[in-house]
Structure formats: structure tokens, C-alpha cells
């Protein structure tokens, strides 16, 4: 698992150490929300094409 997150991090762009300062850790933060959310939407985005393709009572 922890390859997995160390790839996103590396992916969106924010280094895997947590930041020293506040004004370091809110946009650490607001880069990790924002990767989070990008992802969980194409998951969804995703999902719903393979939903509307498996349903058979459509065709």
C-alpha cells in the first residue's frame, strides 16, 4: 500500500514528507484534496460507463 501513495504523491505533483510550517501545510493539504477528488472522480466517471454498458434491460 505504501508504494501506492507514494506513487500518487509523486503523480499530483507534492513530495511524501509532510510540511514543516502552516503556510506549508495548507497547500500540501489543498493539492492532496483536490488529487483525491480528481481521482475519486474519474473512479466515478469510470464506473458509471461500465454501469450503463452491463445493463442488459437497455438492449
Do not use: K
Amino acid at each position: 500500500m505504501a508504494p501506492v501513495i507514494a506513487e500518487f504523491f509523486g503523480i499530483i505533483g507534492i513530495s511524501s514528507y509532510a510540511p514543516q510550517t502552516l503556510g506549508e501545510l495548507i497547500p500540501y493539504l489543498l493539492t492532496v484534496f483536490v488529487g483525491v477528488a480528481l481521482v475519486s472522480g474519474v473512479f466515478r466517471v469510470i464506473g458509471r460507463i461500465v454501469e450503463l454498458l452491463m445493463d442488459f434491460r437497455r438492449w
